[in-house]
């Protein structure tokens, strides 16, 4: 059955160009550093990340755990936002394999983390505490980029600081592309960063982490030890590849597309705030049972919606144009059955 699936845009299935290029990827082991087509990947992922180097991971929960234990060792602290993904959707990995103590902070309205309250978690070095060693950022958060300006003056803090900066750039190519920017214009700001080739941009599998040498060195030896060490990866590589060359070049349909919903939506009166749809999603704010509601209603017209505080709605390749006015149509249906069913 075909479902107009806008759960997440991890759902995005390969392109009949990346099967073929999968087909045909030369590989090698990728444990002993041999699989062309993961080297020739991560050379490209470095110089669009404009980094020294970059790592081929299974994941982009991986990718920000292979950072988090590369910057930081037992007893180290990391500063994060309260929802960010590295903390709250991570199984807690960084506490619970990397023995490193998170410090969440609410983000501000923006996405960003205001400076002044992470100087005020920053720990004092002394015994009684944590060092404090890092603070992570992401871009996109919940479809919202962060400024550049702000980029610029967290690099300048976290030196001042003493403290390394991650990006959790799940979305980062969403992030450039609404800046009109390219990849490395976002990136030099930070120490590593972390990618996600599937999500938007379309790879069945894989994110890429980039920083210095020395730094993907010890994430490569964490790779190993968390059982992430691959052999014949050229075969994803391969469609990753697609991804960075290719993937980029779309994603302004699908911001078109969200802010088209975001529009639909509330000219049906719904809460929404199309004015705040920057890149790929839409939230739409429901009470529970309604929220419940909804989604049943759209999953009888084989439309698949996630959530669960708030109905998140994103949009991605397998969602067209057509797709959005189908699911504004079936939710109109619903709001003229008086949402109260
Ligand atoms: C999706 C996502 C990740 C990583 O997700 P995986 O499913 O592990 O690839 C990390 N950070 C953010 C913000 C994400 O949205």
């Known amino acids: 059955m075909d479902f107009i699936d806008l759960r997440s845009d991890t759902v995005t299935r390969p392109t009949a160009a990346m099967r073929a290029a999968m087909a045909r990827a030369p590989v090698g082991d990728d444990v002993y550093g041999e699989d062309p087509t993961v080297n020739r990947l991560q050379m490209l992922a470095a110089e669009m990340l404009g980094t020294e180097a970059a790592l081929f991971v299974a994941s982009g929960t991986l990718s920000n755990l292979l950072a988090l234990m590369a910057h930081c060792g037992r007893g180290d602290e990391y500063i994060a936002g309260q929802t960010s993904h590295c903390y709250r959707f991570e199984g807690g990995g960084a506490a619970?394999?990397?023995?490193?103590?998170?410090?969440?902070?609410?983000?501000?309205?923006?996405?960003?983390?205001?400076?002044?309250?992470?100087?005020?978690?920053?720990?004092?070095?002394?015994?009684?505490?944590?060092?404090?060693r890092l603070l992570c950022l992401e871009n996109t958060q919940g479809g919202k980029v962060l400024p550049l300006a702000y980029l610029e003056k967290a690099r300048e803090f976290t030196r001042e600081?003493?403290?390394?900066?991650?990006?959790?750039?799940?979305?980062?190519?969403?992030?450039?592309?609404?800046?009109?920017?390219t990849l490395e214009e976002i990136s030099r700001h930070v120490d590593s960063v972390s990618l996600c080739l599937s999500k938007g941009l379309g790879a069945p599998v894989g994110s890429v982490l980039g920083g210095s040498r020395e730094l993907i060195a010890v994430a490569r030896r964490?790779?190993?030890?968390?059982?992430?060490?691959?052999?014949?990866?050229?075969?994803?590589?391969?469609?990753g590849i697609l991804a960075l060359e290719e993937g980029m070049g779309r994603l302004a349909e699908d911001h078109g597309n969200?802010?088209?919903?975001?529009?639909?939506?509330?000219?049906?009166?719904?809460?929404?705030?199309p004015g705040e749809v920057q890149t790929n999603m839409v939230f739409l704010h429901l009470p529970p049972a309604e929220a419940g509601r909804l989604c049943a209603h759209l999953r009888q017209h084989n439309i698949l919606i996630a959530g669960r505080d708030s109905l998140r709605l994103v949009t991605h390749r397998d969602v067209s144009r057509d797709d959005i006015d189908t699911v504004l149509a079936a939710i109109g249906e619903f709001v003229q059955a008086g949402r109260k069913g």
């Open 258 to 273: 969200a802010r088209r919903l975001s529009a639909g939506l509330a000219d049906l009166g719904l809460p929404v705030s």
């Open 96 to 132: 619970v394999l990397g023995s490193i103590q998170p410090q969440p902070l609410e983000f501000e309205a923006d996405g960003t983390l205001d400076l002044e309250r992470v100087a005020a978690a920053i720990k004092p070095d002394d015994p009684h505490f944590a060092r404090t």
């Open 161 to 181: 600081k003493g403290l390394a900066l991650h990006l959790d750039g799940a979305r980062l190519a969403n992030a450039a592309v609404y800046l009109g920017v």
């Open 222 to 239: 964490w790779r190993k030890v968390l059982g992430g060490g691959m052999r014949q990866a050229g075969v994803l590589a391969a469609a």
